[in-house]
């Protein structure tokens, strides 16, 4: 299947995170169904332009059976008579890079490679789109979420697709990344048509923080008798509980709570069986704006 996708993207392999990701945004309607794919200790592939989606899996599966980004590429082009019209970009296993932006992919089209990651783009307003790109990642800060979106959002400010804005997409894979550790889909997030996909994307990767991201040591704080007199003020003012607010932060009010933690799905950052008597600061600055 082919489908005329132009847009810009960047791949990306982070060795301190162990993960593999691509970015992309668009003004074609829910290209994060199209362009990004991605396996855990495989690799990542972005294809666009007149896209050939079986280059995603068969990408993935050449690189998965040890073939570099390189060699994988090779093997994707050689029988495919639109090789001109593709633009496909892999970041293997090992973060090694290849790139093809085909001659008959519409102005301006082009690709630039940086170490560990590579950003691309077709129907672009110019060659500004992509360095910007590249810069915007360099200088980011984060997870590599964050830094692919960063990526996409200096793209955009520098022209982005000459059509304009609709969708945008972000895909982090690491072993074990998933929800419960049951997969490699760390996060995988999706704007399919908006005024400002790029901006609601960023705001969506924020959100996933809260709700999965790990809680960071310097983040714990002991829950005292005044930060216990708050929680239960929320606890009671939201009908969790009823009683006073007293301080005594005891085993009833950590269950209580828990079920509070539960239905706003923070669950992962907090639990009485490893928590008890501290709280992420994350999550008690939401609650706090949650609540008041």
Avoid at 12 to 19: F, L, P, R
Avoid at 247 to 254: L, R
Wanted: proline fraction near 2%.
């Amino acid at each position: 299947m082919n489908l005329a996708v132009n847009t810009f993207s960047i791949v990306a392999y982070c060795e301190d995170e162990n993960a593999w990701g691509v970015a992309v945004a668009s003004k074609f309607p829910a290209v994060g169904a199209v362009v990004p794919w991605a396996r855990a200790d495989a690799g990542a592939v972005a294809t666009q332009a007149y896209a050939k989606l079986g280059f995603g899996p068969d990408g993935l599966a050449l690189m998965s059976s040890g073939l570099s980004a390189d060699a994988a590429l090779r093997r994707l082009l050689e029988d495919d008579d639109g090789r001109e019209t593709r633009q496909v970009a892999l970041v293997d296993g090992r973060g090694g890079l290849a790139v093809h932006t085909g001659a008959e992919c519409h102005e301006w089209a082009g690709h630039k490679m940086g170490a560990g990651f590579s950003v691309q783009g077709n129907l672009l307003a110019g060659e500004a789109v992509i360095d910007a790109m590249a810069a915007g990642y360099m200088q980011a800060q984060g997870e590599l979420a964050d830094r692919l979106t960063a990526a996409l959002r200096a793209g955009e400010h520098a022209g982005g697709d000459k059509r304009g804005k609709q969708s945008a997409a972000v895909l982090v894979v690491r072993p074990a990344g998933g929800y419960g550790g049951d997969n490699d889909r760390y996060l995988d997030l999706r704007v399919d048509d908006a005024v400002e996909p790029v901006r609601q994307l960023i705001e969506l990767v924020k959100m996933h923080h809260l709700y999965f991201q790990s809680s960071k040591p310097e983040d714990i704080i002991r829950i005292d008798s005044d930060i216990a007199r708050e929680l239960q003020a929320i606890m009671i003012a939201q009908g969790y509980m009823t009683g006073e607010v007293n301080g005594d932060w005891d085993e009833v009010c950590q269950q209580v709570f828990f079920m509070l933690i539960g239905n706003e799905n923070l669950e992962m950052r907090w639990n009485p069986s490893q928590h008890r008597k501290t709280i992420d600061r994350v999550v008690l600055e939401y609650l706090r704006e949650r609540f008041g």
